[in-house]
């Protein structure tokens, strides 16, 4: 199917065009600038670390490990170097008894914090760690000397660490019918982060790919407008190697630098993918889209966790020429009633302008609804709220409620009207589960009405570069979701994925409506009432892993799954759908997929 998309990436025609575009801009840029300007003194990292593949759920074991601190909640991702920091101060304060697990997950998270004394040429540990691996010369003076990262400069007002960026996956896939056969995943490139004196932090990772995607991704993809699953820009890829026409390729690069304002207030802005929620998804942000520009404020006070984040993003799919702009500016409130309950709030309003951002909503505490309204009420507006209850230092409950449309009286005449739009998350974890220390469980469930994050003008929609920005499939589903994780030993772990989805069928052509493919018109819909979850050409569908894994070293995982997938209709079943691959990674972001 994507041998017929023809897309490339154009620069501006034309001097005029650059002067359009940064004048479009200058309010975004503006607020960017007056970030960058109010730089004050810096006391921790305050960029993302990374959970990369083969880590398992380590921060979230160390974040519950560490008990709450003010003003740090765990639904507002992603977590900091500063973050993981404190958790390790708080634990090694806190006189507990470690176990084998926990020792692992600690060793792990001081390795990226790069706190683990750096190799001395000519020691004893030199000799035993490179000797044995082969590397002599030039290799064992210049490459990993700080351990967890291939190259590592620490020199006074400079500090910058750099790492390879691999995923090689090889499978087939039988009972698929006309896409049975290879798919594979190619990527290479590379990650560095580093600081300039102490007060500047900043952060990229860039990597070239080819692929072929799963049955079911491509799936997904025919729905939503031949997109590929948390990518922008691609361009087809054919391969006699492996006989298939139907490849992607496509570069993709993230960026940010972070800064402290004040004590308590810091900032981001960069390239990549906020999130909110302690879920395997969120149904307020997740980041499974591409990623995109944002500029985020952060105010940590007493029990208090407040976020603003202004985002640029992109209405539809990038062509020959500059795809039209679309802007989300919000704000997220969260407060912790106890040490281990916290809740939060948060409010997003989508809009699109000719002339660009909207300079109304770089107000960082007012109520966007009011600026919506005196816009005459165009834009799009959300809110969300959240809960997260630690249970113990090993388990956690949450969930998450959002609200696109609502109107009480329609929802309690249970009419069935299109416009209550709501989605609900309910989930737990349990690390240590049954009393083994090394068993790790969790169960989710999804719920969300026809029509939500969808829009009557399709611009505004809740979705980046034809991606939604919550649940991959969109809207009208139920779904449940298990997982499951055994460490083996230190370096071996198995785990599992259980997956049970109804939706409407996304495939369905855009009018009429069912509610179910976020990228339509609300106003294509066929009557006001009646609309219930996947009441209207119901598509079930079940999916299952198991994979086995083995750690050689912090950041690279060697592992083979297997992959189990059926689809079925009331009119028909689709044959049962598995696949078998092996692959290495290092050093590769954990992101949201299509299951």
Same mark, same amino acid.
């Given at each position: ?103 692992? %997950? ?267 309204? %005196? ?28 609200? %696109? ?53 399709? @611009? ?15 809207? %009208? ?34 009018? @009429? ?83």
């Amino acid at each position: 199917m994507f041998t017929n998309v023809k897309l490339r990436a154009t620069p501006l025609g034309s001097f005029q065009s650059v002067v359009d575009y940064i004048g479009a801009m200058k309010g975004f840029l503006l607020f960017c600038l007056l970030l960058l300007g109010l730089v004050g003194s810096l006391k921790g990292q305050l960029l993302p670390y990374p959970t990369y593949q083969g880590d398992g759920q380590h921060l979230e074991r160390l974040s519950l490990l560490a008990g709450s601190a003010d003003g740090q909640q765990l639904a507002i991702r992603p977590y900091t170097y500063q973050n993981v920091a404190s958790w390790l101060q708080r634990i090694d304060t806190s006189g507990l008894t470690l176990s084998a697990q926990q020792q692992w %997950d600690i060793e792990l998270a001081k390795e990226r914090l790069a706190l683990v004394n750096r190799v001395e040429q000519g020691s004893d540990e030199e000799r035993g760690l490179f000797a044995k691996k082969g590397l002599t010369g030039w290799l064992n003076k210049s490459f990993y000397r700080q351990r967890g990262y291939a190259i590592a400069v620490e020199r006074p007002g400079l500090k910058f660490y750099a790492n390879p960026v691999l995923n090689f996956e090889f499978g087939n896939q039988s009972n698929t019918g006309t896409t049975s056969g290879a798919v594979f995943t190619n990527t290479r490139g590379a990650t560095v982060r580093g600081e300039v004196d102490g007060k500047v932090w900043f952060q990229t990772t860039l990597y070239e790919n080819q692929a072929r995607l799963q049955s079911w991704e491509r799936e997904w993809s025919s729905a939503y407008n031949n997109a590929v699953p948390g990518v922008g820009f691609f361009k087809p890829y054919n391969s006699s190697i492996f006989d298939i026409s139907d490849g992607v390729d496509f570069f993709q690069a993230t960026g940010e630098v972070g800064f402290n304002l004040t004590k308590h207030i810091s900032a981001r802005f960069g390239h990549g993918n906020p999130r909110l929620g302690t879920g395997y998804r969120s149904l307020i942000l997740d980041n499974f889209a591409d990623p995109y520009l944002f500029a985020e404020i952060d105010t940590r006070v007493w029990k208090i966790h407040y976020r603003n984040v202004f985002s640029q993003m992109k209405d539809g799919r990038q062509t020959s020429a500059f795809s039209n702009r679309k802007f989300i500016a919000s704000h997220t409130l969260g407060i912790q009633l106890t040490k281990a309950w916290e809740v939060g709030i948060t409010e997003m309003t989508v809009f699109q302008r000719e002339n660009g951002f909207d300079a109304q909503y770089l107000n960082p505490i007012i109520l966007y609804r009011a600026v919506e309204q %005196d816009n005459g009420s165009t834009d799009n507006a959300l809110i969300g709220l959240y809960s997260n209850l630690r249970i113990g230092k090993t388990a956690e409950v949450y969930g998450q409620i959002l609200f %696109d449309e609502f109107k009480f009286d329609e929802l309690i005449g249970r009419t069935g009207w299109w416009a209550n739009k709501q989605a609900i998350q309910v989930g737990g974890k349990w690390f240590g589960a049954f009393g083994q220390e090394r068993l790790d469980i969790g169960a989710e469930f999804n719920s969300i009405r026809p029509f939500t994050f969808g829009h009557r003008f399709g @611009p505004i929609n809740y979705v980046h570069y034809d991606q939604p920005l919550a649940h991959p499939w969109g809207a %009208d589903l139920r779904e449940f979701q298990f997982r499951v994780g055994y460490k083996i030993k230190k370096d071996w772990r198995i785990s599992g994925q259980f997956v049970n989805m109804v939706q409407g069928d996304v495939a369905l052509s855009p009018s @009429p409506h069912i509610g179910a493919n976020i990228l339509y018109n609300n106003n294509l819909r066929g009557r006001d009432f009646d609309y219930a979850i996947a009441d209207e050409r119901p598509v079930k569908r079940t999916y299952a892993k198991v994979q086995l894994s083995w750690q050689p070293f912090a950041g690279a995982s060697l592992h083979a799954t297997y992959d189990y997938y059926q689809r079925s209709t009331t009119t028909s079943l689709i044959p049962n759908q598995h696949g078998v691959s092996f692959g290495f990674s290092m050093n590769t972001i954990q992101r949201s997929g299509v299951f």
